[in-house]
Nanobody, 123 residues
């Protein structure tokens, strides 16, 4: 069972990035997928989540209107398009899988995690 995150990088404030998370090793069709981020010296925080079917996307307040989460079931991927990036968005971004949608914001309920991808936004 593996989640592979990719797409991070170094960008300037106002730029965009697209993160992808690919699931392999088992079927995640019954799972909800989430993106979290962890800045230096900070806790891992919920960013966005969605059912693998693509239904019911949910966002943290600090990314609403800027980030969009989506799924590609054919490829088994979950994407996070991040627009209007700010320096405070700098963090390691992790994708994860949780069995129940109602736990999508709760880090400790996640059963699987990807390895993380670094996003750095310069001012």
């Amino acid at each position: 069972v593996q989640l592979q995150a990719s797409g991070g990088g170094l960008v300037q404030a106002g730029d965009s990035l697209r993160l992808s998370c690919t699931a392999s090793g088992r079927s995640f069709s019954d799972y909800t997928m989430g993106w979290f981020r962890q800045g230096p010296g900070k806790e891992r925080k919920f960013v966005a989540g969605v059912r693998l079917s693509g239904e019911n996307p949910l966002y943290a307040d600090f990314v609403k209107g800027r980030f969009t989460i989506s799924t590609d079931n054919a490829k088994g991927t979950v994407n996070l398009v991040m627009n209007s990036l700010k320096p405070e968005d700098t963090a390691v971004y992790y994708c994860g899988a949780v069995l129940l949608y109602r736990y999508v914001r709760i880090r400790d309920k996640y059963a699987y995690w990807g390895q993380g991808t670094q996003v750095t936004v310069s001012s």
